[in-house]
């Protein structure tokens, strides 16, 4: 893991003009996973490929400047970059991780999702809707969201954040954004503030 951390960020430092946002979207991705990696069934490879994807999601910003498309920018540049430390099969999968980071979940048009088998069909639901809400959460790139937590419960997965100061843009692209995650675990994903200390 740790050869593959250096490569990825390696490979961002060439292109992210803003790596505190991925750094802290990473961040707050894998405090998420690391609570429902257990009840979704999640193991060490899927956290490799959500921390990959997560430090990498805005790289495409480098080729579009108003940011148009960059999320499709992003999952081209992970697919043809020359991975030493990823296969040609998990490099698609952290391709489309990043790429669905924004806009629409996958579509019946969306090839590339489509060229994945069904497993890694799953897992790139499940882990682009974690980057999905991650990003919402880190809407002002303003690191207002401090620390989150996740849990499965009755008919829900609810997200509870703990904020510094208003995050009510935050929490509006949180609502836009959890339909990927919701689809991938099949419930209503919510989100709450955690209760002060």
Request: overall charge neutral.
């Amino acid at each position: 893991m740790k050869a593959l951390l250096q490569e990825t960020l390696a490979l961002r430092a060439r292109y992210d003009e803003e790596p505190g946002h991925s750094d802290h979207v990473a961040t707050l991705g894998l405090q998420i996973f690391n609570e429902l990696a257990k009840p979704l069934g999640l193991g060490d490879q899927a956290r490799k490929y959500l921390h990959c994807a997560a430090l990498l999601h805005d790289i495409g910003w480098s080729q579009t400047p108003d940011g148009k498309g960059h999320h499709k920018w992003s999952a081209r540049m992970i697919r043809e970059h020359d991975w030493k430390n990823l296969t040609p099969e998990e490099t698609a999968v952290v391709a489309q991780i990043a790429r669905y980071h924004r806009k629409s979940p996958p579509q019946a048009t969306h090839a590339d999702f489509h060229a994945l088998s069904e497993p890694e069909q799953k897992l790139v639901m499940l882990l682009g809707g974690i980057l999905r809400v991650a990003d919402a959460l880190d809407r002002t790139h303003s690191g207002r969201i401090k620390r989150v937590a996740a849990s499965v419960e009755d008919k829900a997965l609810v997200i509870r954040v703990r904020p510094d100061g208003m995050w009510d843009a935050e929490r509006a692209m949180f609502d836009t954004k959890r339909d990927m995650l919701q689809i991938a675990v099949r419930q209503t994903v919510r989100c709450e503030e955690l209760p002060a200390d």
